[in-house]
């Protein structure tokens, strides 16, 4: 399931109270999805007080999910206490997000089978108003994941396997401001058919190039550190491991040659004529960075312009152009110079609009 998918899936599932459990590899953004469709489900009527509660059962004691046991005129009860306590106690809705539910103990899963199930766990009810999601990795990404017990499988209405997706990475890259030379580097590696996601588990201490990592290397890129520079590549290595450094150090070499984007748009009539830039077809790093770089800029008095470029640009940066502007400038779908371009390429309406 792509990420796209799963968020779709958890707006549903909320306020229908269905628990889910999402599996998949470290660093896919699973945590993150969940935090997301919470805050989007604010905007819901009925939600707007919804209230996101992250427990870690792998650090959590049974008791933290039963109650503590104390004694009240001779006999023996439990006292809910902490998040316990919320979800009984709670007016207003609650999801309860049991992160890396894998790595814990099988006693403190056995302790969360009654509140999975059922929502009472002795002489109390968990309110109704809570929904319970969780999120682990996979027994070959050593996480510390030594399973899950059967009988808790089945106390979720459904298990989803989040896979990540190159379009709903740059969607999220471009919503929380990653640098717009990261994106390309992304993009075209996908286009040389290497994964945003090569997790492989090692004993050594290094990082590797997962959705987290990448996202990390971009923050680092924004408060000043580019790789090109000797003294910075250790800290962009560190972030997202060396091998996917190295290439985005590379790309960025190679782009120095980046016309003047505002130049771009200026002459945009122009764009791959003689009178104009024209861009080398055996370079498609530059293609995919002017993409780039033009989705950046898109707005109501540029759009126009643009759009122009993408019509002469090859079918395949076109759609990646087109795409990606759509998604930054939503009202590019409402304006004659879209239509204009999409009555030119039918076959791509679908894909953009998925």
Known sequence: MRPKNLMDLLMRA?????????????????????KQACEKMKSVKGFEELKL?????????????????????????????NDLK???????????????????????????????????LNGYEISPLVTFIAATNRKEDKAGVQGILECIKSRFHTIVHLEPNLEDWVEWAKENEMPMELIAYVRFREKNR????????????????????????????????????VEHFEIISGAVGQGFALGLKDFLIKIKDLPDIDDLIKNAEHFNTPKGYNLP?????????????????IDDKNCDAIMKIADRMED???????????????????????RDWAVKHKEYIKIIND
């Not at 709670?90 to 999975?116: C, R, W, Y």
């Not at 998604?327 to 004659?336: G, N, P």
């Open 281 to 297: 077809i055996d370079r498609p790093d530059l293609a995919i960075t002017i993409c780039g770089a033009l989705v950046y800029r």
């Open 316 to 338: 395949e940066y076109s759609f990646v152009l087109v795409h990606d502007a759509v998604s930054k400038f939503e009202a590019l779908e409402e304006k004659k110079c879209f």
């Open 86 to 120: 919320e979800l009984i106690t709670t007016t207003t809705p609650i999801v309860f997000f049991i992160d890396d539910f894998g790595q814990a103990e099988p006693s403190v899963q056995k302790s969360l089978m009654q509140l999975l199930w059922g929502g009472k």
């Open 53 to 81: 509660i992250t427990s870690h059962p792998v650090v959590s004691d049974p008791t933290d999910y039963k109650g503590l046991p104390y004694e009240v005129n001779g006999e023996a009860v439990f006292l809910p206490f």
């Open 194 to 229: 290497e994964s945003i996601f090569e997790f492989k588990p090692t004993m050594e201490i290094a990082n590797g190039s997962c959705p987290r990592t990448i996202a990390n290397a971009g923050n680092w890129m924004n408060i000043g550190y580019n790789p090109i520079i």
């Open 14 to 34: 909320i306020p229908a109270k269905k628990n889910v459990l999402i599996v998949g590899g470290p660093g896919i953004g699973k945590t993150d999805i969940v």
